[in-house]
C-alpha cells in the first residue's frame, strides 16, 4: 500500500524559504508521477507542482514558477518542494500526491494517493 509522509511545514516569514519533503513508500515508483497541491481555508485544492520519478519532466503552476523547485532523490524515495520567495498566499496546507502514468496531471482528482498534508504559514 502507497503511503506518503509529508514534513518540513512551518511558520516562515514573507521573503522566506521553506522546504516540504514527502517520503514515499509502499511500492516502486519509477513509473509514478508525483505532485505538490495545496489547499487554504475556503478555497479549492490548487495544483502546485509536478515530476516524473525519472526526473527527465517537471511542472509547476504559473504562481510558483521562478519561486518554487520540484525534485526527487530516488535513493531515499524522496519528493521535495523548495518554496523560495515565500508570499502571504501561498499559506495553505500543501499535500503530497502520487499516480502511475507519464504525464503530470494538474488536477486533484486524477491522483490516486495522497499524503495527510503539512501546514504552511507565511506571515507579512
Known amino acids: 500500500q502507497v503511503q506518503l509522509v509529508e514534513s518540513g511545514g512551518g511558520l516562515v516569514q514573507a521573503g522566506g524559504s521553506l522546504r516540504l519533503s514527502c517520503a514515499a513508500s509502499g511500492r516502486t515508483f519509477r513509473t509514478y508521477i508525483m505532485g505538490w497541491f495545496r489547499q487554504a481555508p475556503g478555497k479549492e485544492r490548487e495544483f502546485v507542482a509536478g515530476i516524473r520519478w525519472s526526473g527527465d519532466n517537471a511542472d509547476l503552476a504559473d504562481s510558483v514558477k521562478g519561486r518554487f523547485m520540484i525534485s526527487r532523490d530516488t535513493a531515499k524515495n524522496t519528493v521535495y518542494l523548495q518554496m523560495n520567495s515565500l508570499k502571504p498566499e501561498d499559506a495553505a496546507v500543501y499535500y503530497c500526491?502520487?499516480?502511475?502514468?507519464?504525464?503530470?496531471?494538474?488536477?486533484?482528482?486524477?491522483?490516486?494517493?495522497w499524503g495527510q498534508g503539512t501546514q504552511v504559514t507565511v506571515s507579512s
Open positions: 500526491a502520487a499516480r502511475s502514468g507519464l504525464a503530470i496531471p494538474t488536477t486533484q482528482r486524477e491522483y490516486d494517493y
